[in-house]
């Protein structure tokens, strides 16, 4: 069965305090890797795609990497403004549709 | 203004009541799509639509109907509401021409629903 699982489920970061979120995947064909932030009460944002093994994107503070097997969102030095749910999802080939992992909850102190 | 809207953010109803969740987007994509999220089950998908002519049904259809008023309209409804649908529920819209990101959503703010 096609399916992503994400951890940990939820991590605790002193500000500063560099880490990585990760997302393994099971799919036949996958076409594309999103990552996405969520605030609570608030619809998921979109952060990147990432489409084959070795692919790496950058946005500020935020690096996602990818596998054949996992995919890892690296957060250098967070700050308390990057703490969020972070959801990680695939799509494959002959299906537009997403698949979302539960999501990884990430709490910055400062 | 917000490229993907919700109404409403919040609403509060009985069971067996009927509920219409409406979403527009201003972003021009053919595609949308209605989720819902629980605590700890993540986004599931409802149902999605790829032009006003296709609706598909998603993994959690059940108890739920929609309508593709125009490219970008697209409404959820509950017939009969019951407590188990209490969620949080999204709307997303995607553009298959967006190369190279054909599949990336993007969401709207969401309706908070609580049946009771």
């Known amino acids: 069965e096609d399916q992503v699982t994400q951890s940990p489920e939820a991590l605790r970061l002193q500000e500063g305090e560099s880490s990585s979120l990760n997302c393994s995947y099971t799919?036949?064909?996958?076409?594309?890797l999103f990552w996405y932030r969520q605030d609570p009460g608030k619809g998921p944002e979109f952060l990147f795609t990432?489409?084959?093994a070795g692919e790496e994107k950058e946005k500020e503070r935020l690096k996602a990497t990818l596998t054949k097997k996992e995919s890892f969102l690296h957060i250098t030095a967070p700050k308390p403004e990057d703490s969020a749910t972070y959801l990680c999802?695939?799509?494959?080939?002959?299906?537009?549709?997403?698949?979302f992992g539960k999501g990884t909850k990430l709490t910055v102190n400062p | 203004d917000a490229d993907v809207t919700q109404t409403p953010r919040n609403r509060i109803t009985k069971t067996g009541k009927r509920i219409m969740l409406e979403c527009s987007q201003t972003?021009?994509?053919?595609?949308m799509y209605w989720y819902r999220q629980d605590p700890g089950l993540g986004l599931r998908l409802i149902y999605y639509?790829?032009?006003?002519?296709?609706?598909n049904k998603g993994e959690i259809s059940d108890g739920y109907s929609v309508s593709r008023q125009a490219q970008a309209k697209f409404s959820l409804s509950l017939e009969s509401a019951i407590p188990n649908q209490t969620a949080l529920y999204f709307c997303?819209?995607?553009?298959?021409?967006?190369?190279?990101?054909?599949?990336?959503?993007?969401f709207g703010p969401g309706t908070r629903l609580t049946v009771l």
């Open positions: 997303a819209t995607s553009d298959p021409a967006r190369a190279p990101h054909t599949d990336t959503q993007y």
């Open positions: 799919v036949s064909g996958l076409r594309g």
């Open positions: 990432l489409y084959s």
């Open positions: 999802a695939f799509s494959q080939g002959g299906s537009e549709k997403l698949v």
């Open positions: 972003k021009g994509h053919d595609r």
């Open positions: 639509s790829f032009d006003v002519k296709d609706i």
